[in-house]
């Protein structure tokens, strides 16, 4: 059964149709909430998923307008609770529990499943109109001439936003705000959880071992790499200078490192170069993890398309790989130097 939602016995049945439609509620609960929570902090990830299908929302007509949208918790419950008091329909794709702007690129939030889902709630014996909503950040992965072709149904392509719902369906027209996508600091900060909890438990594992290994602050440098890469690279987004997320993240990592390769530098006998080599250490390893904390961040946003990701994993991947090698090589080097006794001579 559907998150909160009735879904069979006390469902009419669809006149004509194959499958019984839900209903749905305008009404965000507390444990809506506890759920969006929990998929903010990627607790059980692929989990927060509705039951798709054919939702009446209100007291919808057939002459109620027809929203689709994905069967990904936090989609699904945008969408209605921006309905409000609009009697409305809601379509419900199976996404596999993905949001729509993902599903479109991965094709679940596609053509095939589209005319599927119409299929199977028998939308066409349900409404008098043959019009279809979807959200924009769905056209990747719907050819609207195909769905017409083959149901019947015409595609608008709404607002980007769900809130932006009700003023569309008063007017029937996406604005240039409506259309236009945003990813402000807010947007930006409410995916740092779910970023840093991929990398909570490899942060916690490299700060013990660098603890015991070259003390408290070599740990810190460990938490303090992640926290960059995973909250203070979203934050920074829009100004950091550099076009790649790579780039930026080797940037960032660079300016970062700064005060630990200090520190690292004033703690060793000043010759033979190892205050040198002990300040690229940091410096390196900076660069590398939190550019590669960068460009995983690519997955989240609408900045770079599908093919922009893979071009950039190609040609940075093995940067990063170098500058990884190069700080474990200067590593190396270091506590060489200090075991012969160099830093004596």
């Known amino acids: 059964m559907a998150k909160g939602h009735c879904s069979c016995d006390c469902s009419p049945q669809v006149p004509g ?13 507390f444990a809506d909430r506890w759920d969006h929570f929990k998929a903010r902090w990627g607790v059980h990830r692929m989990g927060h998923i509705v039951q798709p299908g054919l939702y009446k929302l209100g007291l919808a007509t057939p002459e109620s307008p027809v929203i689709v949208t994905a069967n990904y918790t ?9 309905l409000g008091r609009t ?16 599903a479109a690129g991965k094709g679940t939030f596609g053509t095939g499943e589209l005319i599927r889902r119409i299929a199977l709630t028998g939308l066409a014996s349900v409404v008098s109109h043959r019009t279809l909503v979807l959200p924009q950040l769905g056209a990747p992965g719907v050819s609207a001439h195909d769905v017409q072709k083959f149901t019947g149904f015409h595609v608008e392509y709404g607002p980007v936003r769900a809130r932006d719902l009700p003023e569309y369906l008063r007017t029937r027209m996406a604005t240039p705000a409506m259309r236009r996508v945003e990813f402000t600091l807010r947007d930006r900060l409410v995916l740092t959880p779910v970023e840093f909890v991929f990398a909570a438990l490899p942060m916690v594992i490299a700060a013990l071992v660098l603890f015991f290994l070259a003390g408290p602050i070599a740990a810190l440098a460990a938490v303090a790499a992640v926290l960059a890469g995973t909250v203070l690279f979203p934050a920074l987004l829009p100004w950091i200078p550099a076009k790649d997320f790579s780039t930026k993240g080797f940037l960032l990592g660079f300016v970062v490192a700064l005060p630990f390769a200090a520190f690292f530098s004033s703690r060793v ?19 590398a993890i939190v550019g ?54």
């Open 269 to 287: 006998p000043a010759t033979d170069g190892l205050p040198v080599i002990a300040g690229l250490i940091p410096l390196f390893l900076f660069s």
């Open 292 to 345: 590669y904390l960068a460009l995983n961040f690519t997955g989240s946003t609408t900045f770079t398309s599908r093919t922009g990701v893979k071009k950039e994993i190609f040609r940075y991947v093995p940067v990063m790989a170098l500058l990884a090698g190069l700080g474990i090589a200067c590593w190396a080097v270091a506590g060489l130097l200090l075991y012969l006794g160099a830093g004596h001579a």
């Open 87 to 102: 009697d409305a329909w809601i379509l419900v794709l199976d996404t596999k529990g993905v949001n729509v702007w993902c």
């Open 74 to 82: 936090l989609s699904f419950d945008a969408v209605r609770s921006a």
């Open 17 to 29: 149709g194959v499958q019984e439609f839900l209903y749905a509620s305008p009404a965000i609960t």
